[in-house]
T-cell receptor
Framework: DSGVTQTPKHLITATGQRVTLRCSPR?????VYWYQQSLDQGLQFLIQ???????AKGNILERFSAQQFPDLHSELNLSSLELGDSALYFC?????????????????FGAGSRLTVL | GNSVTQMEGPVTLSEEAFLTINCTYT??????LFWYVQYPGEGLQLLLK?????DKGSNKGFEATYRKETTSFHLEKGSVQVSDSAVYFC????????????FGTGTRLTVIP
């Protein structure tokens, strides 16, 4: 158990629908990251939050949004779902926001939420 | 920009064989480099890391050396086991401050008894 908890583990929904994925970071970690893993795109960084504020943005679609709450858990909202959104969505957490010289700010990943859009 | 190029898989080896998975990178400045492993049905786990040139990361018999002159971070293990079967990802975090990782495409390793 990595200490990063993601729910649900599996989710099947239809095109056009909206889903919310939840992530609880490892105890003490202030940064949360979302990644999408698909067969054709590999692992893509979506977005990072640090202590409730957006810190960095990657290849996140406008139909997707995220937030980090005061208790540091994060939610990734995916709307107007398309077939191509089917993927594994990983959450990761780290203690700090930025890369450290020592490389100590290592990401710890959760087990992922598998989304299937039919 | 930042990118990681990783050896295409899948790789199939017999138990106790020598493993090399090649990884090269493009980045500005001096990135930190990582190898993550993903076992079936699980999330990614950090295997090893190196934060500056000539650093060697090692863990569980795996090693990788940060080579700035060849922009490489090849993963090696002298004698693989069936339990090493997994997907291996090379990754970098750049110097721009934000800590997000750029991943290679992953290499699936299968070790047969």
């Amino acid at each position: 158990d990595s200490g990063v908890t993601q729910t649900p583990k599996h989710l099947i929904t239809a095109t056009g629908q909206r889903v919310t994925l939840r992530c609880s970071p490892r105890s003490g970690d202030l940064s949360v990251y979302w990644y999408q893993q698909s067969l054709d795109q590999g692992l893509q960084f979506l977005i990072q939050y640090y202590n409730g504020e957006e810190r960095a943005k990657g290849n996140i679609l406008e139909r997707f949004s995220a937030q980090q709450f005061p208790d540091l858990h994060s939610e990734l909202n995916l709307s107007s779902l398309e077939l191509g959104d089917s993927a594994l969505y990983f959450c990761a957490s780290s203690p700090e926001s930025d890369r450290t010289v020592s490389g100590a700010n290592v990401l710890t990943f959760g087990a992922g939420s598998r989304l299937t859009v039919l | 920009g930042n990118s990681v190029t990783q050896m295409e898989g899948p790789v199939t080896l017999s138990e106790e064989a020598f493993l090399t998975i090649n990884c090269t990178y493009t980045a500005t400045g001096y990135p930190s480099l990582f190898w993550y492993v993903q076992y079936p049905g699980e999330g990614l786990q950090l295997l090893l890391k190196a934060t500056k040139a000539d650093d060697k990361g090692s863990n569980k018999g795996f090693e990788a050396t940060y080579r700035k002159e060849t922009t490489s971070f090849h993963l090696e293990k002298g004698s693989v086991q069936v339990s090493d079967s997994a997907v291996y990802f090379c990754a970098l975090s750049d110097q721009t401050g934000a800590n997000n990782l750029f991943f290679g495409t992953g290499t699936r390793l299968t070790v047969i008894p």
